[in-house]
């Protein structure tokens, strides 16, 4: 596969590089980190002359077909992204911007670019390697809260025997606590509902973090589902802590409590 995602990329390559109305082209994910697998997608950026984006983004299908055979498509036709599958088993997350819509990110420090017109991507490069995440106020109250929502909901399906509900909210509240761990190691959060490279070989988490995850595991049987949550809320405790010293909020441990001991 990797062979055959080198042939596919080359042939992108190829096509966009011979067009001039492309801008930039560069490339995010595991290729640009340098850590792919036989299971490595490309994660494909497009920035295009603005007065021409729409007339891209129309065809952002179209042009993917250009690039081998595809199976099927996850699209949405009004945005900016497709998603291509190809028959080698090997998808294409295709993004299209305009020349404003790239500004400097944490996200834009490890991006491959493949061409650059006017240097701009350099220097969005340059800028955005000046940049660090640390977790604001807003982002710690959001993610503390949501944790307690999740909590209550997984206990109200579970009490209902809507055992498939209770699962997805124990799967979020899971993915809470990691996000609660790279906020408190001011790393940014992935986009909450993914779990890419959260777990496996290329995870930031630390092996005791894997051992806790692992640990977290639960049937669907109600009890169980409770009690899982129950070892959660040990570490969520923890973290909650450590974010409010970090963030110089009072816990207010009295309060959290009462919220939790209302299902727990």
Partial sequence: MPKQRETLLNTI??????DE???GVFLGGSIANNNTDLYSDID?????????YEKYRQNKKERANNWGNVYYFED??????????????????TFYYKVNDVQPSVWLQNIKILYDTDYFLHNIVEQSSQLSYSPTIEEFEI???KFFAYVHEAYRRAMRKELYYAL???DHIRLSIITGWYMDANIQPNTFGDWSKLEGNRSKLHDW????????????APAEILFVIKEIVLEFLKVHKSLCNKLGIKENLKWVDEILSLVL
Avoid at 13 to 18: F, G, H, R, T
């Fill in 21 to 23: 109305n492309v801008l």
């Fill in 143 to 145: 993610w503390r809260t």
């Fill in 168 to 170: 997805n909210c124990l």
């Fill in 76 to 93: 949405f036709p009004w945005t900016n992204y497709s998603v291509a599958h190809y028959n080698t088993f090997i998808k294409v997350d």
């Fill in 13 to 18: 390559k190829k096509d966009l590089l011979n």
């Fill in 44 to 52: 494909l950026r497009i920035v295009v002359k603005d007065d021409l």
């Fill in 209 to 220: 973090q894997l051992h806790l995850l692992s640990q977290w595991h639960s049937g669907r």
